[in-house]
C-alpha cells in the first residue's frame, strides 16, 4: 500500500471563535491530499477533464478525533483504500506533529462524462491509471 503525505501550512485566518482550526478547512486538506497521492504515482487530474470528464465527490466521511490548533504541525496522509469499476475510496488521516490522529476518514468518487455526468467505467476510460491504482491500494 502506497500512503501520500502532505504538510499543510495553517493561518491564523483558518482558526474558529474557539481557537482551533475551523471544522470545515479539513475537507479542503483532504482534496490536497488526493491531489498529491494522484501526482505522486503519476498522473493528474487536470488532465482527466481535458480527457472530458470529472471525478467529483460521490461520499465523504469524516471522524474528528482531536483539535488542532493554530501553530501546530498538520499532515494529511492519503492513500487507496478500495478501486472498484465505478468508484474509487480514498483515505485519509490528518495528524498532527506528535503523529496523533486528529480526523480519519475517506471520500468516494466517480467518474463522469462532463457533457452529461453519466458514470462511466474508471478502469475502461482511465485504463493505465485505474492498474496503478491497483497496484498501490491497501490490500
Same mark, same amino acid.
Given at each position: 500500500?502506497?500512503i ?27 482534496e ?6 494522484i ?19 460521490? +461520499? *465523504?466521511?469524516?471522524? %474528528?478525533?482531536?483539535? $488542532?490548533?493554530? !501553530?501546530?504541525?498538520? &499532515? ?8 472498484? +469499476? *465505478?468508484?474509487?475510496? %480514498?483515505?485519509?488521516? $490528518?495528524?498532527? !506533529?506528535?503523529?496523533? &490522529? ?10 463522469v ?27
Open positions: 500500500m502506497y501520500s503525505s502532505i504538510e499543510i501550512q495553517l493561518s491564523y485566518a483558518d482558526t474558529d471563535m474557539m481557537g482551533v482550526i475551523y471544522h470545515g478547512n479539513y475537507v479542503k486538506w483532504i490536497l491530499g488526493r491531489t498529491k497521492l501526482e505522486d504515482v503519476g498522473y493528474n487530474y487536470l488532465d482527466m477533464e481535458k480527457s472530458g470528464y470529472y471525478a467529483p465527490v460521490y +461520499n *465523504l466521511e469524516i471522524t %474528528y478525533k482531536k483539535s $488542532i490548533k493554530y !501553530g501546530d504541525k498538520v &499532515i494529511v496522509k492519503t492513500w487507496v483504500e478500495e478501486n472498484k +469499476n *465505478l468508484r474509487t475510496i %480514498y483515505g485519509f488521516t $490528518i495528524v498532527n !506533529g506528535e503523529d496523533e &490522529i486528529c480526523a480519519e476518514g475517506t471520500t468516494t468518487h466517480i467518474v462524462r462532463k457533457e452529461d455526468f453519466k458514470p462511466v467505467q474508471f478502469k475502461k476510460v482511465f485504463p493505465e491509471w485505474f492498474q496503478k491504482y491497483e497496484e498501490i491500494k491497501r490490500k
